[in-house]
């Protein structure tokens, strides 16, 4: 049977999106929830699982392809797939240790100037496991960019000096590859897949196994998983409740007496049978996340002013040329290049909101940093294009497009993050309709981009339906005024509702 691979429902904002990464190729055998491709829009990167055990028989949109919702992106043999452990038993066979006999310490690498120190994060080999030249081993994780520590040569990871969670210091020497250890056997090394895929990361987990762990109100813990890696797929999670009902209402109540005694009397009472509660250390970057908002509305004077704007004309002006702007500049049009254009222009014309405030006096920038939110999946973070007024169009769409990429695999830079000006966050692919933005210290406005939605309108006497969008300005009320803020508002309305504006500078 051939199953289909189709592009997921987009927001309702994005009209089509680029295929960004292929994880596979045709002929590879794939299991239940294995991640496909990467498709990207104008904000947020979206993961296209597999649904079948099979073999990848046809891809029909290579890296680069523009595709809109439910389009066909390929096509699985279903039933075709290769048994799990034929290529975990083959690995450490394949992997040659180096002659020679070296120890080589792998050490944190040198950690930017402001950060004191960080935190190990993940661990991606054991001891005992071969690595390669530049295999990632390990994550090191700080205050606002992660850090990926690869292998210096071929061997055997031969021991471990800090574990995940640990505070970790630059230079420090948290683990050694033997270049001259002789791999473990090919009978042993899997041994330890199954033990450990119990104590995986429950952040691996597939976004459908979470929800659907999260309807059966199932522990992950308790469930062996059969996927790649060890990973629990969705057939693992009916196959657990369908064999053993009882045991899954259970175990996870047991194990949450057991890791916290003040709940035992709770968990004791029938009603609360199979409830269950998960806590975990909150990371460096949500930590930092959750600082920095704070602070914002502890110590501004933080006000939010709102307006909305006909997005007809960018709309269509997008769709006329939107493949004649790919075929020349090698990259999608979208939405942002033009809210930053508008934004920097309201900017030259209200210095204020350009503007921070630094102990007693105001400092007015004279250049332009817009940071860019981007949404991760260790949180939000704000990435910033430099020099926006001396940027193109396609510039502009090219490196949001860069740092969309960074933000989802872990890569940007310490440098990439610090500064801005002035910060666009766009809510609308989320599907959010009005918000109000918080304050990105120090500086003293935020713009907040919406869902568009076809609404009634008064056009000339006459109603019509036209995609509108709301905009919300959130800015601090100690530097800019009522005055100028709503100026600065209304100016981003006018020339989104006329783009021509932007190139005639009126």
Known sequence: ???????????????????????????????????LVDIETDKVVLEVPSTVNGTVTEILHQEGATVTAEQLLATISAGDAAPASAPQAA????????????????????????????????????????????????????????????AEADGIL????????????GQQEIGVISTGAAPPAAGSAPANTNADSSGESHDAL????????????????????????GRITKEDVANFQSSAPAQAAVAPAAKAAKAAPVAQTAVADPALAGRSE????????RKTIATRLLEAKQSTEMLTTFNEINMKPIMDLRKEYKDVFEKRHDTRLGFMSFYVKAVVEALK??????????????????????????????????????????????????????????????????????G????????????????????????AG?????????????????????????????????????????????????????????????
């Open 1 to 35: 049977m051939t199953t289909e691979i189709k592009v997921p429902v987009l927001p309702e904002s994005v009209a089509d999106a680029t295929v960004a990464t292929w994880h596979v190729s045709v002929g590879d055998t794939v299991s239940i929830d294995q991640m």
């Open 91 to 150: 690995a450490p066979a394949a992997v040659a240790p180096a002659s020679g006999g070296k120890d080589i310490a792998v050490k944190v690498p040198v950690l930017p100037e402001s950060v004191a120190d960080g935190t190990l994060a993940t661990w991606h080999v054991e001891v005992g496991q071969p690595v390669t030249r530049d295999q990632p081993l390990v994550d090191i994780e700080t205050d606002k960019v992660v850090l990926e520590v690869p």
């Open 158 to 169: 031969t021991s471990i000096g800090a574990s995940e969670g640990d505070t970790v210091n």
């Open 206 to 229: 597939s976004p459908s196994v979470r929800r659907s762990l999260a309807e059966k109100g199932l522990d992950p813990d308790n469930i062996k998983g059969t996927g790649k890696g």
């Open 278 to 285: 998960k806590r975990v250390p909150m990371t460096r970057l």
């Open 349 to 418: 014309r209200f210095p204020a909101v350009n503007a921070s405030i630094d102990g007693d006096d105001i400092v007015y920038h004279n250049y332009f940093d817009v940071s860019i939110a981007v949404s991760t999946p260790r949180g939000l973070v704000t990435p910033v294009l430099r020099d926006c007024d001396k940027m193109s169009f396609a510039e502009i769409e090219q490196e949001i497009r860069n740092l969309a990429i960074k933000g989802r695999d872990g890569k940007l830079t310490l440098a990439e993050m610090t």
């Open 420 to 443: 801005g000006n002035f910060t666009i966050t766009n809510g609308g692919v989320f599907g959010s309709l009005l918000s109000t933005p918080i304050l990105n210290m120090p500086q």
């Open 446 to 506: 935020i713009l907040g981009m919406h869902k568009i939605q076809d609404r009634p309108m008064a056009v000339d006497g006459k109603v019509e339906i036209l995609p509108m969008m709301y905009l919300a300005l959130s800015y601090d009320h100690r530097l800019i005024d009522g005055k100028e803020s709503v100026g600065f508002l209304v100016t981003i309305k006018d020339l989104l509702e006329d783009p021509t504006r932007l190139l005639l500078d009126v």
